[in-house]
């Protein structure tokens, strides 16, 4: 048999792997249905190999004005821009060559070393449609984009489902004034956001292995609205690099980090409850709520702690409580009111 299922799936642990391993187990089953070249397909990616720690290398070193190909980023001249010190962080900021080098980010990879693929994205020219329920359908250029919206930075807690974290100051658009530019038809209940789609520059699009590509999130209009919902546009002072989800990617700090969608080409609006790029994948393990509870596991691994982005082996990385709402629940609890609290966690 040449497919390696990972040892690991059995297990059930929070280790750093587990999106990847479910994710592999999907597409094997996938694979054995679709036929011979699936199969092909997931005994490729089962071969690239474990994890290895956030390595320090390169993209600390990557430019946003430099990268390969010699982009310059138009909108580099804006950075950095002025810290909202309403939200503040107990924690100490990630360094950035690990935020930079630790990264999920399927499209180029099911490892986390995906930052050396990832520029290959052509980050420009970048347009980006709002469709559906508004008053008008339109296409905007991500440069008028963002010199028309206000940017602000905010240090935010991030929180992968897999129970690794990071603490990060991004800078970005609140989504309430892209929703406000959109003008929704008040019938509309909800957002999807939608990733490029370009198999050239993503290897795993070009390969599909069985995902429902391209990666799309959703939230409902409170949550979009919410007053800590931000599109970033850039972290640690400069322009975002693609790893990191540029050219405008979702930061809801609430809620597990697969919500954060990246590299968003589309805002459709709709009275419908969006399927996800993760509900589809495993709608029980990663479904449209995921907001961060430590006292809801996930069925394969517990969800009470989390382990701090750090150098070196993530076992050693220092593991600290979870806070409900990712400690931001007095900005977003109320949006929950009333509904089932067994639903608003997966
Ligand atoms: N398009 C796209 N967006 C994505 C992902 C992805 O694979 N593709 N991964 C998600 C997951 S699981 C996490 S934890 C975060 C990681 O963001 P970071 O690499 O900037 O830390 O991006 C999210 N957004
Ligand atoms: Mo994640």
């Known amino acids: 048999m040449l497919i390696k299922i990972p040892r690991g799936w059995e297990i059930s642990e929070n280790d750093t792997t587990s999106e990847r391993l479910f994710a ?4 094997l089953v996938k694979g054995l249905v679709a036929g011979p070249t699936m199969l092909a397909a997931g005994g490729l990616l089962a071969a690239c190999g474990e994890e290895g720690p956030a390595s320090k290398a390169n993209a600390a070193e990557v430019s946003p004005k430099s990268l390969a190909g010699g982009f310059e980023d138009p909108t580099a001249d804006l950075y950095p821009v002025t ?10 900021l990630t360094p950035e060559n690990l935020a930079t080098t630790y990264n999920n980010f399927y499209e180029f990879g099911s490892q986390k070393s995906i930052h050396e693929a990832a520029q290959k994205l052509p980050l420009r020219p970048w347009e980006i449609k709002i469709d559906g329920m508004v008053e008008k359908e339109t296409t905007i250029d991500i440069d008028k984009l963002v010199r028309t919206l206000p940017l602000e930075e905010r240090v ?6 897999e129970a690794w974290a990071m603490t990060v100051p991004w800078s970005g658009i609140p989504m309430a004034k892209l929703v406000e530019m959109a003008k929704p038809l008040g019938s509309a209940k909800y957002v999807q956001m939608q990733t490029f ?4 520059a993503a290897p795993a699009q070009r390969l599909g292995f069985g995902y429902p590509w391209p990666y799309t999130e959703g939230l409902t209009m409170a949550e979009a609205t ?7 546009t850039g972290a640690y002072g400069k322009p975002a690099l693609p790893q990191n989800g540029a050219p405008i990617r979702l930061i809801t700090p609430w809620k597990y980090g697969f919500k954060q969608v990246k590299s968003i080409v589309r805002f459709t609006f709709t009275d419908k409850m969006p399927k996800t790029f993760w ?8 479904g449209f709520w995921a907001n961060i509870n430590p006292e809801v596991p996930h069925p394969r691994w517990s969800q009470a702690t989390e382990r701090l982005l750090s150098d070196g082996p993530s076992m050693l990385w220092p593991n600290v409580p979870t806070q409900k709402w990712g400690g931001y629940g007095e900005y977003v609890a109320s949006i929950y009111d009333g509904m089932d609290e067994k639903t608003l966690f997966y």
Do not use: H, I
């Open 24 to 27: 592999d187990r999907r597409r």
């Open 83 to 92: 810290r909202n010190l309403r939200y503040r962080v107990e924690r100490e």
């Open 156 to 161: 935010y807690r991030f929180r992968c489902v």
């Open 197 to 200: 789609m370009d198999p050239d």
């Open 226 to 232: 919410n007053e800590l919902t931000l599109l970033v």
């Open 279 to 286: 509900m589809d994948l495993g709608p029980r393990e990663y």
